[in-house]
Structures are given as C-alpha cells and as structure tokens.
C-alpha cells in the first residue's frame, strides 16, 4: 500500500470508481513497488536489498521507471522512497531478532507487491500474505509474468480489512493461534478508518499468543509551515481513544487552530491521517499492548541514513513495535 496517500475511509466504492493505474499505483501497491526498485538503481549503499524488486513490477512498469530516473530524484520523491525503503528494512530486520527466539509464523497486513516472501532466506517460517481479493490476484499475475514462482511456506489470504476480522480468515487459512507471530502492519494505518483500526489492533491482542509482535508506521502532524512549504501531505489528526490528559490553553488553542485550518482547507475524499505519538503510545497500552516501542525520524536516520552522501533522511514518519 502506498506511502502518504489518500486514506481509505472504508468506501471502497469510491476506490473502485478510480482508472485502474491508480487504482494499482496508490492502493495495491504499485507506487511502493516501483520505488523499491528505483532503489535498486538509484542509491547507494542499498538500505534494502531487492534482487526481486525490478521483475515484480513488470516490464512496462519497469521502462516507465528507466525513461523517469530523474524525476525520481526529485526531493519530494526521494523522501518519500527513503521511508518506503526504510520501513520496509525496519520490518524485516525486527521480523529476524523475532526469528531468533523462536518466531515460525510471519503475517503480512497489506501485503501489496511486497517480495520478501518469495526471498525468504529462513526455511521454517511461514508467511501468510493479508490483502484485498483484487490485490492479490492482480499480484499473482505479476509473480506469474515475471517468472517468480510461489514457494510452498507462502500463503494468500484474501480479505476486506473494512469488513472481516483478521484472525477469523487467518483461521480458515491454516494459520496456527497458538503459537508466537510477528505481524507487518507496514503502510496500513493510513488506509483504515478509526473504527477499523481500533478493531485491527483489538482483535490482534484478543485473538494472538502472548509475546506476539506486531510493526506498522504512522505519520505524526506536519506543522503548518511543512503544509504551506508543500513537505507533508494535509490530513486528519485522530486520537484512538479520546485524550484523557488536560492540555494547556496555549496547546488546546494551538491544536484546535490546526484542526480547523487543515479540515477545513483540505477536503479530499481520501485524506492522510496523522497521529500524535504521545498519545498514540498510550492508546496502544490502553488495548492491551504490553511492550510499546517507538522508533522516531532521529533513530532511523542514525541506524539506516548515517554517513549516506546522496542526501537520504527520514522526515516524516514513525514506526511502531508493539508486543502482547
């Protein structure tokens, strides 16, 4: 699923009003795909390594990106690709140290043209790949076109995340409750509305075994000045629950103006939505999350985009570890 796209409010028929190339580029996954590989190509040292990055996209996709290389060195672009790169990076290497105390079952929430799957270096993990139906047969294709077979250890789990619980269709699909998961949420978040996501988050406490992972990413507010300077895309500000702390009048006033200016100026039918890490931490334990770690922009850039020359940096993004 794209990167600071509009957000998908649980109107799926609006989605599937839109051209079929942006149906792929912004909500299956096509966008991220393409710069995955772009990164391939572009920087070094690689923060991901992706043999599989460039065939999955297809060859028309891939010409596109070869005709295009410049624009993708456009400041707004790399940034963008820099997050997808490093969050992408930041679930696998996690998804590794769970590996190490005894992790065998791996599940992907939006799992788009994501190719770890099929690159998978560890012999008894098992990958359950969560999406929309459309998605994952559309991702077929593209595995089948670039010649990339399907191991035995994958399996598609086809599923409205709006809709049906997560945990019922991963039951019909052979995935094993009773032992210890790591679960990517990455690049999900913003696509959910905030009933869907306090459903999502619930039902993975309620229903996985204890000591069960879970990482997914989050935007936090972008100031006005990022808005007006056109570095962060508009969106809604959502709390999970209802903010029990008492703000100051300054920061009550300050929130409220910056509520107001961006719903107000902003009304696209699919927004970003942004969460303030303070509180979003304090939600997380609220529905039951035991271990709450957040990984903010400084910490990113100093393990993944220290001493790059090419310019690299996080700006604006947050990832998230939560364990039951």
Not at 74 to 103: F, H, T
Not at 129 to 139: F, G, I, L, R, S
Not at 178 to 194: H, P
Request: hydrophobic fraction near 40%; include cysteine; charged fraction near 25%.
């Amino acid at each position: 699923m794209a990167f600071l796209t509009r957000s998908i409010t649980g109107n799926m028929s609006k989605i599937n009003e839109l051209p079929v190339d942006r149906q792929r580029d912004e909500f299956m996954g096509l966008y991220p795909a393409t710069q995955r590989a772009a990164h391939q190509i572009l920087d070094n040292p690689k923060i991901l390594e992706d043999p599989l990055a460039l065939r999955i996209i297809g060859t028309e996709a891939e010409s596109r990106l070869r005709l295009s290389l410049a624009k993708f060195q456009e400041p707004e672009v790399r940034a963008k690709r820099v997050a997808m790169i490093v969050r992408s990076r930041y679930a696998e290497d996690e998804l590794a140290r769970s590996i190490q105390r005894g992790v065998r079952q791996y599940v992907i929430l939006g799992a788009g043209l994501d190719t770890f799957a099929y690159r998978n270096s560890f012999p008894y993990l098992r990958v359950f790949e969560v999406d929309y139906p459309a998605t994952q047969e559309w991702k077929r294709s593209c595995l089948e076109k670039a010649a990339i077979p399907i191991p035995a250890s994958v399996t598609f789990v086809p599923v409205n995340f709006e809709r049906q619980m997560i945990p019922d269709v991963l039951r019909q699909s052979g995935f094993k409750s009773d032992e210890v998961t790591f679960i990517s949420c990455i690049g999900v978040v913003r696509y959910l509305s905030r009933e869907a996501f306090i459903s999502l988050l619930s039902s993975i406490v309620s229903s996985m075994q204890v000591g069960s992972e879970v990482v997914f990413d989050f935007g936090p507010p972008p100031s006005l000045l990022q808005l007006y300077r056109g570095r962060a895309i508009p969106g809604r500000i959502e709390t999970v629950f209802g903010d029990s702390t008492c703000p100051s009048p300054l920061q009550w006033s300050r929130e409220l103006a910056y509520r107001m200016i961006v719903n107000w100026k902003f009304k696209n039918d699919f927004q970003t939505i942004y969460f303030n890490p303070a509180s979003f931490i304090r939600d997380l334990k609220r529905i039951g999350f035991g271990d709450v770690q957040l990984f903010t922009q400084k910490e990113m850039n100093m393990r993944y985009c220290k001493d790059r020359t090419d310019g690299l940096r996080i700006e604006q993004l947050h990832l998230v570890k939560a364990r039951i």
